[in-house]
């Protein structure tokens, strides 16, 4: 088992920034896969960035680019996402996932990530 707490989202102004972060604990040893996916209201969960598990491999949404930047602790077991120049259109709740059985693909697919956090809400106000 693997637990997933996000922390960091919030209310914040067209342009501006947050981080978000992912603490894992559990069964965590060995450093896997992981992501970060959103789910704004009446829309399906999408990928928005993946990390492989020695973090020199990142993977981002087309959306994102540019923008946001995915990052990892290994010694902290814990994840984290980097927004700077929010638009509306990245008002959502963040959610970050793990994959146990990848340390060095990155999947875009959130069916094959195994663990999920509950969920930080981020809302950029125009």
């Known amino acids: 088992q693997v637990q997933l707490v996000e922390s960091g989202g919030g209310l914040v102004q067209v342009g501006g920034s947050l981080r978000l972060s992912c603490a894992a604990s559990?069964?965590?040893?060995?450093?896997?896969?992981m992501g970060w996916f959103r789910q704004a209201p009446g829309k399906e969960r999408e990928f928005v960035a993946g990390?492989?598990?020695?973090?020199?491999?990142?993977r981002y949404a087309d959306s994102v680019k540019g923008r946001f930047t995915i990052s990892r602790d290994n010694a902290k077991n814990t994840l984290y996402l980097q927004m700077n120049s929010l638009k509306p259109e990245d008002t959502a709740v963040y959610y970050c996932?793990?994959?146990?059985?990848?340390?060095?693909?990155?999947?875009?697919?959130?069916?094959?990530?195994?663990?999920w956090g509950q969920g930080t809400q981020v809302t950029v106000s125009s």
């Open positions: 559990g069964r965590t040893s060995g450093t896997y896969g």
């Open positions: 990390i492989n598990g020695s973090g020199y491999n990142t």
């Open positions: 996932a793990i994959r146990t059985n990848s340390y060095y693909t990155i999947a875009a697919d959130p069916a094959l990530y195994d663990y």
